[in-house]
Structure formats: structure tokens, C-alpha cells
């Protein structure tokens, strides 16, 4: 009797702590990163920024968004139009809803699910992300930056699956496959798109798609050696080419 009443007893803490977790808890916690607070315009900080290298591909045609931690009216555009993209109400202010959708959309190394870092590393064989313009964390850090965008690529297309066939190149790797030793790939701000499911989505739809998913560089069939892949990488300035696309 003593010991079923201490069960019962403890069932009830339990349940109570259950119900204590599951009002006051933030929404989710994600083993990548879990942001804290609402974060609107007017807003600043890491949190935020790690918010922007998420929504940068939602920014616009042509955008190519400062990851700046600072919360301005284009990190509110890109969040409305994730939100839209995902099905959630388009106010541009993330909260619970919009975190809930980022963590799906993850993995615990931070990659988005439908990226990952081995096919990111894959240039000359997976090498690692030294030897390349930059240091290998700055390499990781626009990795990851062009995933991000690769994912929102990928979805604006209808979800259908893309492959990485090239991604950081070291500065000799580079050279090794015809490159000049000092471009995209070796900053890690670049990757070359394949679609991996048969034709579909072509070369040209891929790079259409990619003027609207925060590529500044995009470079694709009838461009000197693009006509197996659309390149695309993060550089601020804008560098478009795909003649037989009429782009
Ligand atoms: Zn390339």
C-alpha cells in the first residue's frame, strides 16, 4: 500500500511537470540552434541573423540580403515570403510558427534536410575546407549560406530534388578542374546544381528559379562549360549568364 501510494504520488508530480513544460517551454528546442524570443522589425542581434542565413533565399528577385543581424524591411519581406512558401499566415514576424517550420526543415548539423555537408565537400574528392581563399571556418560559414538558399531554391521548384556535384574547391582542386585557383568555389560561397531525379527540373528552370533565391552568381547552359550543371554562388554583385536560357 505504502509503495502504490508513493507511485501515485509521484505519477502526480509528474504530470504536473508535464504540464509545466509544455505551457512555459519555448516551442521547440532543435539540437542546431533555437531562437529565444519573436523576432520583428526593429530587431537586432544574433538571433536575428541566424534568422536571415534561413530566409535569405526568400528575399526577392534579384536580392541578395546582408546577413547583418539587423532586422530591417528586408529581412521582413524574406520572412513573409517563407512564411507564404511554407503555408504559414505572411505577417513577417517569426515566431513560434515560423521557428516550428525552420527546425523541420533542419538537421542537427544545421545543414537544411535536403542538403548536406558531404556533398558540399565533394569538388576533388572530401577533402575538408582548407585550402581554399578563405579559412576553413569562413568556408563553412558560406557553405552553409548557400545551402540555406539552395533549400529555398529547391522548394520554389516543387520540391523536387536537386544534387550537389561540386562545392568548396580548394585553391589547387580548383586549378585541377580547369579553374582559375581563386573563384566562387574557393570561398565556399558556390555549388553546381544537377537535378538528381531524371531531367527534371532542367538546368534552365534551376537558374530561372535562382535569380529569385539570393544568387548573385548564376551561371548556366550556353555559358563556356555550363551546359552539365547551373552553378550558382552567394557574391554580392550580380553575375548572371545562361544564354540558352535567355538569361
Ligand atoms: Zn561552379
Not at 501510494?5 to 519555448?26: D, E
Not at 554580392?236 to 545562361?242: D, G, I, N, V, Y
Amino acid at each position: 500500500m505504502r509503495l502504490r501510494a508513493l507511485f501515485a504520488s509521484l505519477a502526480l508530480v509528474l504530470s504536473s511537470l508535464l504540464v509545466v513544460t509544455a505551457t512555459s517551454a519555448p516551442a521547440q528546442a532543435d539540437e542546431c540552434y533555437s531562437w529565444g524570443r519573436t523576432l520583428s522589425e526593429g530587431a537586432s542581434g544574433s538571433d536575428v541573423a541566424e534568422l536571415q542565413v534561413r530566409v535569405a533565399g526568400w528575399a526577392g528577385y534579384g536580392v541578395n540580403m546582408a546577413i547583418d543581424g539587423q532586422f530591417g524591411p528586408q529581412t521582413r519581406a524574406a520572412v513573409a515570403s517563407f512564411q507564404s512558401a511554407y503555408g504559414l499566415a505572411a505577417d513577417g514576424v517569426a515566431g513560434p510558427a515560423t521557428f516550428s517550420t525552420i527546425y523541420a526543415l533542419q538537421d542537427a548539423d544545421c545543414t537544411p534536410v535536403h542538403f548536406s555537408w558531404a556533398e558540399v565537400d565533394g569538388g576533388c574528392g572530401q577533402g575538408g575546407y582548407s585550402g581554399g581563399s578563405v579559412s576553413a571556418a569562413t568556408v563553412r560559414t558560406n557553405l552553409l549560406r548557400a545551402m540555406w538558399r539552395a533549400e529555398a531554391l529547391r522548394h520554389r521548384m516543387g520540391d523536387q530534388p536537386l544534387r550537389v556535384t561540386s562545392g568548396f574547391r580548394s585553391k589547387a582542386c580548383d586549378q585541377s578542374v580547369g579553374g582559375s585557383g581563386s573563384g566562387q568555389h574557393t570561398y565556399g560561397t558556390a555549388i553546381d546544381l544537377v537535378p538528381a531525379g531524371g531531367g527534371s527540373p532542367s538546368f534552365c528552370t534551376i537558374a530561372s528559379n535562382a535569380r529569385h533565391a539570393g544568387f548573385g552568381g548564376i551561371f548556366g547552359p550556353g555559358y563556356p562549360g555550363h551546359d552539365d550543371h547551373t552553378h550558382v554562388d552567394t557574391r554580392t554583385s550580380r553575375a548572371w549568364s545562361a544564354p540558352s536560357c535567355g538569361i
